[in-house]
């Protein structure tokens, strides 16, 4: 993928956050992805084995709306505990890509911690349309948070009442992770859900496409479409279609919603889930990253894994940072405002410790490319330190319209987290 198209594709995706442009996940309309012996499997769970099933086959065909079976689980799989551990936590949701490389991004939302840090009260268990939308503009304006299709909290699903087809709305979210390497979208949402109302609505909705029930590992799942067809004529269309028209797959358990746009990437989902594949959390690189994000006490980060696209050649007398493996971005917010939270992986401490001084001269002295302002006066108080192989930057800003920079930094290159070639 040329940088234009990636940057392009990143940016509708970042600035959708901000609320009124959308997130994009289009690309190409087929995607060849990775057969499942590709990825690495786990032999164990909870000290038994289990087999992550070859295929997803139907199991249950329906005669009409009527007809629609609720996806059940036909084994034990107890709540994931580690979600607890907010934004490291949820890296232990999404599958390793299968190339030994990391998503193009991944992007990371707790909820609970996001409302905490504003004063805002989630909305009740039974809280109107109204006061849904109240509660969705309070968070778009003050927090900027955002998150994936399904959640709610994504700006072009503000007008969808899933509740009346899943069983569940934002209110029930408490946290999101979805990770990107376009076409392809993994998601999950955690919370309280009830897998069986989600059926018996699904089933009475008149207006629902009929999906197809598949299973994977013991689990069923909704399925409309075969992979990654766009159906424009059923854009928005609930209770699965996106703005693409993409239907997909999706799997309602008791503390967990799963969605990805293909059959496969359900696979993928469900057998990391049931702790038969590689997840996140097993790199230890994006674990660094999330933790340190997660120690910052940001609420809504994104992990950003094609660094390649960073680098920047810079004029002889030009001192940039030297190569990183990952960059970790968030936002904050405490009693002394909003934050900015920067996280660079290196090979080793020493390293870190070299581009700390670097990242400290461009930021008293360098300028954003992108505003053309001095970085010292959209960041008047920082501080920078080194941990372990990492370099950390957190930094204040004084004004609400700033805290979407840390991802309109990557988006646009700009020349705080630019590396020199």
Known sequence: MSLATTLQLLSRTALALALSVLLTACGSNQLEGPRDSELPIREQVGGATVEPSPESVPTAASAGNGGVATPTA??????????ENGLAGLLRLIPMPSDGGYWNSVYLNDYKRMRVAHGIQAPEKDATGADLEEYLSRVFEETGASGPWLSGYHPQATGRDDKEFLRFDIGNVDGSIWAEDLPRTYEVLTGRFDPDAAGRLLAACA????????????????????????????????????AQGRGGGIAVLDSLVLRTVEPEGMRHLIDTHLDNRDSLADNPDLALAAGALEGLGVYSGLLFGDVAELGMASPEESRGLDEYILLGTGVGHDEDGFYTALVFVYENEDVAERNAGVFENNLAKGFSIYSNKPWAELFPHSEVWNEDRTLIAKLRTES????LIYLSMVVNRDSLIVWDQ
Do not use: K
């Not at 009929?210 to 992979?227: R, T, V």
């Not at 609400?400 to 805290?403: A, G």
């Open 207 to 242: 207006v629902c496409p009929e999906p197809e029930i598949q299973e994977h590992g013991g689990i069923e799942f909704y399925s409309w479409g075969e992979g990654l067809e766009l159906y424009l004529e059923r854009r928005l269309q609930p209770p699965a279609f996106d």
């Open 74 to 83: 036909s084994v034990f799989i107890p709540p994931p505990t580690t979600l």
């Open 400 to 403: 609400p319209v700033n805290r």
